[in-house]
T-cell receptor, first 112, second 117 residues
Framework: ETGVTQTPRHLVMGMTNKKSLKCEQH?????MYWYKQSAKKPLELMFV???????ENNSVPSRFSPECPNSSHLFLHLHTLQPEDSALYLC???????????FGPGTRLTVL | AQSVTQLDSHVSVSEGTPVLLRCNYS??????LFWYVQHPNKGLQLLLK??????LVKGINGFEAEFKKSETSFHLTKPSAHMSDAAEYFC???????????????FGQGTTLQVKP
């Protein structure tokens, strides 16, 4: 256990659904991240939050909407996704946004 | 610009034999470097990290890596493989401590380690 939890672990949704992924860290860190891991591709950084403020948005489509209500929680709101969005979505946290990142177990998302 | 290249997409060893997973980096500055391991359907677990203190870095589960600036390499080694070491391994580059390059880790393509009985 790394101190970073993600729910749900698996999610199947249709293209018209709206769902949210949740990440929680119990490490007292100030920075949190969303990554996308697709088959046969390197991990892609999606969003970075530092002290609850978004500091990085890596050209992610607007159908992905992050939310960081406090330094311990991070959400990824999903709507009108495409089948190519099916992937493992990983959350990570770090003490500061240049420190070592600790990853959660991921949410396996399938878009039908 | 920084880049990380893992030289082997797949490595197969027998249990009890040494493991070598190769990683080269390219960076205009002295980077932070990490090795992470990912077991099936799990998140990434930090094995070890280099942050310019000692060039030989010891990690968990008997793994270690040596930062060689002259060769721009950060290869991961273990003297004796266990069946439980079978997983995907990622070499990762990061900004030096104190930089303003927020959270931008550069991931290698990954190396799948197979351990045969």
């Amino acid at each position: 256990e790394t101190g970073v939890t993600q729910t749900p672990r698996h999610l199947v949704m249709g293209m018209t659904n709206k769902k949210s992924l949740k990440c929680e860290q119990h490490l007292g860190h100030n920075a949190m991240y969303w990554y996308k891991q697709s088959a046969k591709k390197p991990l892609e950084l999606m969003f970075v939050y530092s002290l609850e403020e978004r500091v990085e948005n890596n050209s992610v489509p607007s159908r992905f909407s992050p939310e960081c209500p406090n330094s311990s929680h991070l959400f990824l709101h999903l709507h009108t996704l495409q089948p190519e969005d099916s992937a493992l979505y990983l959350c990570a946290s770090s003490r500061q946004n240049t420190d070592t990142q600790y990853f959660g177990p991921g949410t396996r998302l399938t878009v039908l | 610009a920084q880049s990380v290249t893992q030289l082997d997409s797949h490595v197969s060893v027998s249990e009890g034999t040494p493991v070598l997973l190769r990683c080269n980096y390219s960076s205009s500055y002295s980077p932070s470097l990490f090795w992470y391991v990912q077991h099936p359907n799990k998140g990434l677990q930090l094995l070890l990290k280099y942050t310019s203190a000692a060039t030989l870095v010891k990690g968990i589960n008997g793994f270690e890596a040596e930062f060689k600036k002259s060769e721009t390499s950060f290869h991961l080694t273990k003297p004796s493989a266990h069946m439980s070491d079978a997983a995907e391994y990622f070499c990762v580059g990061g900004p030096p401590r104190g930089s303003s390059n927020t959270g931008k880790l550069i991931f290698g393509q990954g190396t799948t380690l197979q351990v045969k009985p």
